[in-house]
Every structure is written in C-alpha cells, then in structure tokens.
C-alpha cells in the first residue's frame, strides 16, 4: 500500500484565494482525520469522518474552512477565503491508530 | 475528559545514553495511549500503542513504554540514543471509548542527540 496521500505536498496562494487540499487515505480504514500543525498552536485536529461522514467539526476553526468525504478513497479540505494565518502544514491521517499522510504544507501570503 | 502532559519540551542526551521522554495522562475511563514520532518534514509515525493488555509495551527503533496506572503515567524510553533518535515525539491518549479513533495529541518533546 502507498500509504495515505495528499495533494498538493506544498501550496502558496495569496490572502483571499481558495485553496482545496486532498487526501486518499489507506483502503480500507474506515477513520480519516484532518489535522493543522503550527510552531504557535501545535498539532490540532480539525474534523474527523468516520464510514465518510462527520463524526466531529469543533476543531474547524471557523466558517471559512470546510470538509467534505464524498466517498471511502477521498477526502478535501477548503478554505475560503484563505488568510495569512491559515499558514501550516495540514495533515490527513487514516485509520484507528491514524497513519499519516506526509501534510501539506500551505503558505497564504 | 482525556488529556496528556508531556513533561519537558526539550530533552537532550549523548549518542548511547538512555533516553527517557515523560508523558502523564489524565482519563476517566481505561486509557488507550500512544506514541509517535514526527522526523523533520515528515508526518507523524506511531511508535507503539498500550491498548490494555501488557503494560510493558515494545514498539518499533527499539523503544518501549511502561504504563502505570498508579502513576498516570506512559512514560517512553530507549536503553542507547542514536543519532537518528533526533525527532519530536508526541504522546496522545484516545479519546472517550475505544470506537471514536479520536486522539488528545500533547505538545511535543524535541529529542535532541549529541554526539
């Protein structure tokens, strides 16, 4: 298995843009995660989906971001609009033990 | 509600030494705890998992964890540091039951090695 993939590996945008990240997690994990790690904040867990649907969003940090699962093999995180704040690496991590995928790393100018 | 304190933000030890990474829970119900390490520009990989069978828990680069109850505490160690050890460590307790998947992450220990 290739492990848990995400597209783009690294985005730069400016203030205002929409950015939409993605993941493919492990087949057959039934859990995927999204997660957003700053020096300042740490790790954070955003949303997670359990058998595609949304299990829990209060780490989603405001209206702007949203997550969608459309079905077992992918996943996407947006922003918009995005902010120079919004700059971190977000992780997507699959399965009950969450294997990780190698983030994205999103720098907002 | 679960929690982890990972004492120490920085630890530092020589090549062969003993490394020894503090983390103390807190939960409500029997706890699954874990380990993992994240290597610079990389995502995080678990290390080993206490899912309460053996409290003595082996993972993988030769490290291993004990689990007290009495102590809250999962404490990670590695009897000889390699260079290659140089990483930062996360320590994470599951949250509520066993079925969420969803973990509490601390803050991090940054294992530096000296040669």
């Known amino acids: 298995d290739a492990g848990v993939i995400q597209s783009p590996r690294h985005e730069v945008t400016e203030m205002g843009q929409e950015v939409t990240l993605r993941c493919k997690p492990i087949?057959?994990?039934?859990?995927l995660f999204w997660y957003r790690q700053t020096m300042m904040r740490g790790l954070e867990l955003l949303i997670y989906?359990?058998?595609?649907?949304?299990?829990?969003d209060s780490g989603m940090p405001e209206d702007r971001f949203s997550a969608k699962m459309p079905n077992a093999s992918f996943s996407t995180l947006k922003i918009q609009p995005s902010e120079p704040r919004d700059s971190a690496v977000y992780f997507c991590?699959?399965?009950?033990?969450?294997?990780f995928g190698p983030g994205t790393r999103l720098t907002v100018l | 509600a679960q929690s982890v304190t990972q004492l120490g933000s920085h630890v530092s030890v020589s090549e062969g030494a003993l490394v020894l990474l503090r983390c103390n829970y807190s939960?409500?119900?029997?706890?699954?705890l874990f380990w993992y390490v994240q290597y610079p520009n990389q995502g995080l990989q678990l290390l080993l998992k206490?899912?309460?069978?053996?409290?003595l828990v082996k993972g993988i680069n030769g490290f291993e964890a004990e689990f007290k109850k009495s102590e809250t505490s999962f404490h990670l160690t590695k009897p000889s540091a390699h260079m290659s050890d140089a990483a930062e460590y996360f320590c994470?307790?599951?949250?509520?039951?066993?079925?969420?998947?969803?973990?509490?992450f601390g803050q991090g220990t940054t294992l530096q090695v000296k040669p």
């Open positions: 994470a307790v599951m949250h509520g039951s066993s079925n969420t998947g969803k973990l509490i």
């Open positions: 087949s057959g994990h039934n859990s």
């Open positions: 206490y899912t309460s069978a053996a409290t």
């Open positions: 991590a699959s399965g009950w033990t969450q294997y």
């Open positions: 989906f359990n058998n595609n649907v949304p299990i829990d």
């Open positions: 939960s409500s119900v029997p706890p699954y």
